[in-house]
């Protein structure tokens, strides 16, 4: 049962040009999500985060947007670069509840094309 | 402090033999996790401590899976009598639990192959 699920398995983007990156979920209960970044061989680096109050939050080149109605959200890098070519995971927890471990999406794989 | 640290980075064994995995998290941090990730797949959730005590475990830790976190300072991951399904990268997290919550910061992951 895949709580959090990441339905592109990779995606292809122009340097410059915008990449949109999406995550639905079924479980209501959580309310806190997060987007991780992995390069080969190295450990998942937080990238961004947002809480289910909010609909939007950006950071620098990075925005996430959340739709608590179609439990969907999705990680906006604007303009994007070769260096964000990486594994981007999705997760999400239930941080009212004592803040519980990450559930993981599968991961999309990104590259930024020069 | 230089982050998590996860030791050995890789590990081949052999079926049937055990393994120990070590995790030093972020000296500050009271809350440890471990994670298995699989070729194609994210971080599975495999078990996690508050301080010392262990709260909670995924139906993915057999019994052939033990961990521990004495003192709650570095933890270890043991998996006896290893199979072949074993073979993954293991990851270890920590954070700040409570009012101050952080965000989990990962380390590199010990990446194990049975043979």
């Known amino acids: 049962d895949q709580q959090v699920k990441q339905n592109s398995p990779s995606l292809s983007v122009q340097e410059g040009r915008i990449s949109i990156l999406n995550c639905d979920y079924t479980n209501s209960m959580f309310d806190y999500f997060l987007w991780y970044k992995k390069y080969p061989a190295e450990g998942p680096t937080f990238l961004i985060s947002?809480?289910?109050?909010?609909d939007k939050n950006e950071d620098g080149r990075f925005t996430v947007f959340l739709n608590k109605s179609a439990k969907h959200l999705s990680l906006h890098i604007v303009p994007s670069q070769p260096g964000d070519s990486a594994v981007y995971f999705c997760?999400?927890?239930?941080?009212?509840?004592?803040?519980?471990?990450?559930?993981f999406g599968k991961g999309t794989r990104l590259s930024v094309i020069a | 402090d230089t982050g998590v640290s996860q030791d050995p980075r890789h590990k081949i064994t052999k079926r049937g033999q055990n393994v120990t995995f070590r995790c030093d998290p972020i000296?500050?941090?009271?809350?440890l996790y471990w994670y298995r990730q699989t070729l194609g797949q994210g971080p599975e959730f495999l078990t996690y401590f508050q301080n010392e005590a262990q709260l909670e475990k995924s139906r993915l830790l057999s019994d052939r899976f033990s961990a521990e976190r004495p003192k709650g300072s570095f933890s270890t991951l043991e998996i006896q009598r290893t199979e072949q399904g074993d073979s993954a990268m293991y990851l270890c997290a920590s954070s700040l639990g409570g009012p101050s919550f952080t965000e989990a910061f990962f380390g590199q992951g010990t990446r194990l192959t049975v043979v």
């Open positions: 000296s500050e941090h009271n809350r």
């Open positions: 997760a999400a927890s239930r941080r009212n509840s004592g803040n519980t471990p990450l559930v």
């Open positions: 947002i809480s289910s109050i909010k």
